[in-house]
């Protein structure tokens, strides 16, 4: 019977870094603290991993926490080795975790977010050709109401980035970036229609405006066959309504001049607004994230160093380093960020990141047994 072994340890508690290359505690507390938690861990050991631990003078066990590199095979289906490449010290240690730090704060930045948007947007957009497609009966006239709220999402996540990034300039009290940013946010508001006018539908939605958006479909026989079909969806803006609401004056006026059999069609213009999005994120992430790159080419050179391999990195018991305190590696997104930076082409290898929370966010757990 496996007897399951849990470690929650905070072995992170502040202070200056000892001459060791060991962190003491921030104060007495923590120092007793530090002590019972330690003193709990190596009485939920089973014995055999006890005696693996080394004793000081006394031939008390001592719980000493140690980091290093390590290399993953996968040797079987569902089966991963672990193989140590070296012993990280302190220093390397707290680099390499901050290193994931501004890796994973780069790749699961808030344009995440017009990214999912558009995605459901997209999908419940494919659903409705998928159901034309198959012979459902007016499947529009239910989906409409859900592309509506697709739509609204999508601007409401165009204003949930341009608040984030605007907070974040608040925060960096740098009028320089400051004005760069805006100055790119304002280049694409004033080159994109599509941008302009779905950023604006947030207010006319918020002040409770309806049914802005209709929906068209049409369903044909592909020419020569008798059972394949193709298929049109477009999600008309109702113009007059937009014009009558508390959206942006100036955009207002610009769907007012508009000639009245101009269609406004709110599938294609979210798709240029997200290609706007996805340019300028491109162009503001180095100067959001300016540690990214110098992260990257550290954790590049742990690829090399374990053989241009994905590198993971673990906290472990001296004496007992197959139960971890914690691992870090990078996911799919920041591995694929470091490899373009380096210009290389290394592949992702699913299945080999054991269960960690987000990087640089504490001491982290993980269950293990012993027979």
Not at 127 to 142: A, D, N, Y
Not at 182 to 193: G, Q
Request: with cysteine; aromatic share 8%.
């Amino acid at each position: 019977m496996r007897t399951p072994i849990v470690i929650r340890i905070a072995f992170m508690t502040g202070g200056s870094e000892s001459t060791d290359g060991v962190r003491p505690p921030a104060d007495a507390a923590a120092e007793l603290a530090l002590v019972e938690a330690r003193r709990e861990v190596i009485e939920a050991m089973p014995a055999k991993w006890r005696e693996s631990l080394p004793r000081d003078d006394a031939g008390e066990p001592i719980l000493e926490v140690k980091y290093g590199l390590y290399a993953y095979a996968r040797t079987a289906p569902n089966e991963v080795t672990w193989k140590e490449v070296r012993e990280l010290d302190v220093a390397e240690w707290d680099a390499a975790i901050d290193a994931h730090r501004q890796i994973y704060l780069l790749t699961q930045d808030v344009d995440r977010f017009p990214s999912f948007a558009w995605s459901d947007l997209k999908a419940t957009r494919a659903e409705l050709h998928r159901q034309l497609r198959e012979g459902s009966v007016h499947p529009e006239e239910w989906i409409a109401p859900l592309v509506e709220y697709r739509i609204l999402g999508y601007s409401t996540a165009l204003w949930m980035y341009y608040e984030y990034v605007m907070a974040e300039l608040n925060r960096r009290r740098d009028e320089d970036l400051s004005a760069d940013v805006k100055a790119k946010f304002s280049r694409l508001y004033d080159e994109s229609f599509g941008y302009r006018l779905v950023f604006s539908l947030r207010n006319a939605f918020q002040h409770g405006v309806r049914s802005l958006v209709s929906l068209q479909a049409k369903v044909a026989l592909v020419d020569g066959s008798d059972r394949e079909r193709e298929t049109e969806a477009r999600a008309p803006l109702d113009k007059d309504k937009f014009v009558g609401s508390r959206a942006n004056a100036t955009v207002r006026r610009e769907v007012r001049a508009l000639n009245d059999d101009e269609e406004l069609d709110l599938f294609i213009l979210c798709e240029e607004a997200h290609t706007g999005v996805q340019d300028l994120h491109r162009r503001l992430a180095p100067l959001l994230h300016p540690d990214a790159p110098a992260a990257a080419k550290l954790l590049a050179g742990y690829m090399r160093e374990v053989g241009n391999e994905q590198a993971h990195f673990h906290e472990y018991i001296r004496g007992v380093p197959h139960l971890l305190l914690g691992t870090h590696t990078l996911d799919r997104n920041g591995f694929t960020y470091v490899v373009e930076q380096i210009g290389g082409n290394l592949i992702y290898v699913e299945g080999q990141v054991p269960p960690t929370s987000p990087p640089g966010q504490g001491t982290f757990v993980r269950e293990g047994g012993v027979n």
